[in-house]
């Protein structure tokens, strides 16, 4: 037994389990012949089920290690136990991590588990539950351990990790974090980058500044990324008080009495980051040090995209350092000096500043290549490169010489170079370059590393600048998704990152590129597979292009993605899914209403089948599209079957929801359909409700009433902004309810609403 296991197992049948671990080591007792197939398979890591007995009844856990065994886990489930001997409904537990048992199990399965409780019988007990999982452990011990594993490469994982961030699925991309640990696919250093990007996109900036590596991570050699997510952190959770109060001079005072003693390592180098709060905070820096900087206080000014109240507070911080000072800026006599001075003290921005224009040298050009290994943008990559290009042949001989130039040069080009071969056209400008280069070599390296990296740096409203830049896009990635599949797969999400963080996205003069975009998804997702993130994206994708307007052939384009998307992924756990993307098309204008209704039809078969197993949450939104689509008679049989398996001690939706008699409700989520469709479903069930939808990406006087004055507040987290989200905890009172859902869809907050009522 691996340790990791063995440290589960104690905690797991430790403190909050009346069950220990003795009683199911010990031979010959019920339990531990109940227990000992399925301790056995999770030695083996594969899928198990394990108990944990507590006061109020025994919780079962259904544990699996990758997203894989997951899906077979909840058939076999589904098919062995269902909902006639418990409560399980297949859908992926929120584990409470200050439970020690579920904190145990979230860290073995990264959040592949499920949790249900058994039918007890007259005398308390779930005897049939027990009998159906000796039944199932039996049969699944009989499959060749293959049957859940399917290796998949690095690029992939990479890729739905990504994705899952896109959508803000933590469960899914501590899954995909868990899998390239496990394989050992990525060193120890490189997951806790990983991690910190996760930490960032979900924006938890507590929870990153409470890691334990941190003290470490800020020693070593940091991507750009995973440094610029600290400092967002660091500004969110200690500086973003005093933006809020408009006190510059007193932010100013605490980061360098407080932060800098305890961050310095983070602020040496902005590296192009356009983000407010890495900004921001070198603004806080240049203003506020004994020798003030005002060439990187004007260089702050001057970055484009920032919202109009981050430069608002810029342009306060700044006045803070008189303009007078600048006239005392010595003149620089040699720049080589003073980057060779610039290089030693940590400052490559600016090291690359002071030789952007200066003539190739051996010396220049390795303080160049110095600059971009530390600062690893594609912007120093390339002024590097391009300065090693121009070197003559013996200059080139001299810089290759040195084993540390040589390093700082080979990790730019991502392999051993050849003497004459030239590098600085490896280095991408803008996702036309980038689409360009993998169309001509496939097999281009550093493909998924320019991507990446390109997302935060480039611009990409650039494109409507030049023309025939849109149609050129959408022309070059048809040709990369011939030639190059699965680069152009694996980059996607980075793709599609640039263009959400465009301040206008989404924009109407970039149709052609998002419906590029969702097709490149779509293709991916048949050709290569898809997990729930996938479908998640493809379900805003839809909004994004419905809200925009297409015509009939797109429209018929997208039923018929939905279509094979379910004939694929069609079950109850996605069900969730399924009735969204109907909802969504329900909402918006529709050339083709019986292929609509096709899509309804399809997922009527899955109630049909699995009418046990579909929670009042996904009745409810059926019945709804079934009237709001005029097919109440197609379907009277369903919602006649839906009524024969209601178990009659189980409350109606109606009646949970009546708490919310004459209630006022704030519900904050940028998916509008499900908010729709909420908001409908409420109105329906609750006599004299009222509810109030936010879609705001920041605070205004309107949200700020509804937020003090609504009896409940919800935020769906994962479709948020954060400006928002902070907006509306900071006006909330402390005393009235704030509820945070994880779940975009509509069925899901309807299920999160009904849970947080029963409580």
Same mark, same amino acid.
């Given at each position: 037994m691996?340790?990791?296991?063995?440290?589960?197992?104690?905690?797991?049948?430790?403190?909050?389990?009346?069950?220990?671990?003795?009683?199911?080591?010990?031979?010959?007792?019920?339990?531990?012949?109940?227990?000992?197939?399925?301790?056995?398979?999770?030695?083996?890591?594969?899928?198990?089920?394990?108990?944990?007995?507590?006061?109020?009844?025994?919780?079962?856990?259904?544990?699996?290690?990758?997203?894989?065994?997951?899906?077979?886990?909840?058939?076999?489930?589904?098919?062995?136990?269902?909902?006639?001997?418990?409560?399980?409904?297949?859908?992926?537990?929120?584990?409470?991590?200050?439970?020690?048992?579920?904190?145990?199990?979230?860290?073995?399965?990264?959040?592949?588990?499920?949790?249900?409780?058994?039918?007890r019988n007259s005398t308390g007990n779930s005897v049939e539950l027990r009998n159906a999982l000796s039944m199932m452990v039996k049969v699944l011990d009989r499959q060749p351990s293959s049957h859940y594993r399917s290796p998949r490469a690095t690029g992939r994982v990479l890729g739905d990790f990504y994705t899952a961030l896109r959508v803000g699925d933590r469960t899914t991309a501590e899954r995909e974090l868990q899998y390239l640990r496990h394989h050992n696919r990525l060193d120890t250093l490189n997951l806790l980058f990983l991690k910190v990007q996760m930490l960032s996109e979900l924006q938890a900036w507590p929870e990153m500044l409470r890691l334990p590596e941190l003290p470490d991570l800020l020693r070593v050699r940091r991507s750009s990324a995973v440094t610029q997510a600290i400092i967002q952190a660091v500004y969110q959770c200690e500086l973003s008080h005093f933006e809020l109060t408009s006190a510059a001079r007193s932010a100013v005072t605490f980061f360098h009495e407080s932060i800098l003693p305890r961050y310095h390592f983070l602020y040496g180098n902005r590296a192009s980051s356009r983000l407010p709060e890495v900004v921001k905070s070198l603004m806080l820096l240049a203003v506020g040090a004994e020798t003030p900087d005002p060439a990187l206080r004007d260089e702050l000014l001057a970055v484009p995209g920032l919202g109009a109240g981050d430069l608002v507070y810029l342009q306060n911080l700044a006045k803070l350092l008189p303009d007078p000072l600048v006239a005392t800026a010595s003149v620089i006599s040699d720049p080589l000096e003073a980057a060779i001075?610039?290089?030693?003290?940590?400052?490559?921005?600016?090291?690359?500043?002071?030789?952007?224009?200066?003539?190739?040298?051996?010396? %220049?050009?390795? $303080?160049? !290549?110095? =600059?971009?290994?530390? #600062?690893?943008?594609? /912007? %120093?990559?390339? $002024?590097? !490169?391009? =300065?090693?290009?121009? #070197?003559?042949?013996? /200059?080139?001989?001299?810089?290759?010489?040195?084993?540390?130039?040589?390093?700082?040069?080979?990790?730019?080009?991502?392999?051993?170079?050849?003497?004459?071969?030239?590098?600085?056209?490896?280095?991408?400008?803008?996702?036309l370059e980038w689409l360009s280069i993998l169309g001509q070599n496939p097999a281009w390296e550093r493909a998924l590393h320019s991507a990446t990296q390109g997302a935060q740096e480039w611009i990409v409203t650039d494109l409507l600048e030049k023309p025939g830049a849109i149609a050129q896009f959408v022309s070059l990635q048809a040709v990369v998704a011939s030639k190059a599949p699965e680069p152009l797969q694996n980059a996607f999400p980075h793709l599609l990152r640039s263009f959400q963080q465009d301040p206008q996205?989404?924009?109407?003069?970039?149709?052609?590129?998002?419906?590029?975009?969702?097709?490149?998804?779509?293709?991916?997702?048949?050709?290569?597979?898809?997990?729930?993130?996938?479908?998640?994206?493809?379900?805003?994708?839809?909004?994004?292009?419905?809200?925009?307007?297409?015509?009939?052939?797109?429209?018929?384009?997208?039923?018929?993605?939905?279509?094979?998307?379910?004939?694929?992924?069609?079950?109850?756990?996605?069900?969730?899914?399924?009735?969204?993307?109907?909802?969504?098309?329900?909402?918006?204008?529709?050339?083709?209403?019986?292929?609509?209704?096709?899509?309804?039809?399809?997922?009527?078969?899955?109630?049909?089948?699995?009418?046990?197993?579909?929670?009042?949450?996904?009745?409810?939104?059926?019945n709804a599209?079934?009237?709001?689509?005029?097919?109440?008679?197609?379907?009277?049989?369903?919602?006649?079957?839906?009524?024969?398996?209601?178990?009659?001690?189980?409350?109606?939706?109606?009646?949970?929801?009546?708490?919310?008699?004459?209630q006022s409700i704030l519900l904050y989520t940028l998916t509008e359909p499900a908010a729709q469709r909420v908001k409908s479903f409420l109105e329906s069930v609750c006599e004299g409700v009222t509810v109030h939808l936010s879609h705001d990406k920041g605070g205004n006087d309107r949200l700020r009433q509804w937020v003090k004055n609504d009896d409940l507040v919800i935020i769906v987290t994962t479709s948020a902004k954060h400006a928002a989200t902070e907006f509306i905890e900071n006006h909330r009172p402390h005393q009235r309810p704030l509820l945070l859902l994880n779940s975009k869809g509509s069925a899901g907050i309807l299920r999160g609403i009904r849970e947080y009522l029963q409580q």
């Open positions: 691996s340790l990791e296991i063995q440290d589960f197992l104690e905690r797991f049948f430790g403190d909050g389990n009346r069950l220990k671990l003795i009683q199911a080591n010990s031979r010959n007792s019920e339990t531990s012949v109940f227990l000992a197939p399925w301790i056995a398979r999770l030695k083996k890591r594969l899928p198990t089920v394990l108990p944990c007995a507590r006061d109020a009844g025994t919780d079962w856990y259904g544990i699996a290690f990758s997203e894989r065994q997951f899906r077979g886990l909840r058939e076999d489930l589904t098919a062995f136990v269902g909902s006639t001997r418990s409560t399980f409904r297949g859908q992926r537990v929120a584990l409470n991590l200050d439970d020690p048992v579920e904190a145990a199990v979230s860290e073995l399965t990264q959040g592949n588990a499920f949790k249900f409780e058994g039918v001075e610039a290089a030693q003290s940590g400052n490559y921005d600016r090291t690359v500043a002071l030789l952007v224009n200066y003539p190739p040298s051996p010396q %220049a050009v390795g $303080l160049l !290549l110095e =600059a971009a290994y530390e #600062l690893q943008t594609l /912007e %120093a990559e390339r $002024l590097a !490169l391009q =300065a090693f290009d121009r #070197l003559t042949d013996r /200059e080139r001989d001299e810089i290759l010489a040195s084993r540390r130039q040589r390093t700082f040069l080979e990790s730019l080009t991502g392999k051993p170079l050849a003497l004459a071969e030239t590098t600085a056209d490896l280095v991408p400008t803008n996702w996205f989404p924009r109407r003069e970039f149709l052609p590129i998002y419906t590029a975009l969702l097709d490149n998804l779509a293709l991916g997702i048949i050709s290569m597979g898809g997990g729930e993130s996938h479908l998640t994206l493809f379900n805003e994708f839809v909004t994004l292009l419905l809200m925009l307007g297409v015509n009939a052939e797109q429209y018929g384009d997208l039923v018929d993605y939905g279509l094979e998307f379910w004939k694929e992924y069609q079950s109850p756990s996605t069900l969730d899914w399924g009735l969204d993307l109907v909802n969504i098309l329900v909402l918006y204008p529709c050339p083709d209403r019986d292929r609509r209704s096709q899509l309804l039809f399809k997922i009527a078969e899955t109630f049909r089948t699995f009418s046990s197993r579909i929670d009042d949450a996904q009745w409810s939104i059926f599209l079934t009237r709001d689509l005029k097919l109440e008679t197609s379907f009277s049989d369903v919602m006649t079957e839906a009524e024969s398996t209601r178990e009659e001690s189980t409350p109606r939706a109606e009646d949970i929801f009546s708490n919310l008699h004459h």
